[in-house]
């Protein structure tokens, strides 16, 4: 790793020893509430936290990736080079170590070629765009039990806030508002509603309008589709 300061490394510096900066510094540090935080932030803190982020996922990457058995040193190739910078640049800016283990679940599965190169840089990215809150909504979505009747190709179904079954002779889907209790409706809403949109989630309470089986009611009712069922056995290591 180069020895060469960083642009952020740069801008706390001077941020810190700038005789000029004085003003500035007695500015930020009026900010009500986050004045003393962001003034540590600015004159130094940042690097450190983004060399803590970087240093928990080359521990993550190293218990992964020695839990696989004749495990054989792999050359640095454009792919794996690729794959490396996407993880690292990520990375530093994340609190979550749950992202840290899932990228280093992807790049343990192109390493024992369970996963193309391709398929891990999409889920990478996928990873990088989605939060905690999204994994953990799929998670919820992937271990619904069926529902007893199919619509929209899918019998498992979870909702935001309702308890009652979608239609007569069906069961209760799951709750993720009682499941993920530090999280608004407003919040699971959005966030189920991303991941719709990236064809993670179907809108269940859509679909079942043009169906016998309920009354319109969108944005409340959900069914993880293939593919948010291939993302969640991919990330946890599923086969």
Not at 15 to 26: C, D, E, G, L
Not at 79 to 99: A, G, H, M, P, W
Not at 131 to 156: P, Q, V, Y
Not at 198 to 215: E, K, P
Request: aromatic share 8%.
């Amino acid at each position: 790793m180069s020895d060469k300061p960083t642009i952020v490394q740069k801008a706390s510096y001077m941020y810190a020893n700038n005789q000029k900066s004085t003003v500035i510094r007695a500015a930020v540090q009026l900010l009500p509430g986050v004045g003393g935080a962001l003034d540590m932030l600015m004159s130094g803190e940042a690097a450190k936290y983004q060399q803590e982020r970087f240093d928990k996922q080359l521990e993550s990457l190293n218990q992964r990736l020695n839990r696989i058995e004749n495990i054989t040193e792999h050359p640095l190739t454009d792919e794996l080079y690729d794959l490396f910078i996407r993880i690292f640049e990520t990375t530093v800016k994340t609190r979550s170590n749950q992202k840290r283990q899932y990228f280093s679940e992807m790049l343990a599965g192109v390493i024992t070629k369970e996963k193309t190169w391709d398929e891990a840089e999409q889920y990478i990215r996928l990873i990088s765009d989605l939060d905690d809150i999204h994994i953990n909504i799929l998670n919820l979505a992937s271990s619904a039990t069926s529902t007893g009747r199919a619509i929209g190709n899918t019998e498992s179904w979870i909702s935001i806030s309702t308890t009652k079954a979608r239609g007569a002779g069906m069961k209760s889907p799951i709750v993720l508002q009682s499941k993920l209790n530090d999280c608004s409706v407003e919040s699971l809403t959005l966030a189920c509603s991303e991941l719709a949109s990236r064809g993670l989630l179907n809108d269940v309470g859509v679909i079942a309008s043009s169906t016998t089986y309920g009354s319109y009611d969108p944005f409340n009712y959900y069914a993880i589709t293939k593919l948010g069922r291939a993302f969640v056995a991919s990330i946890l290591g599923i086969e």
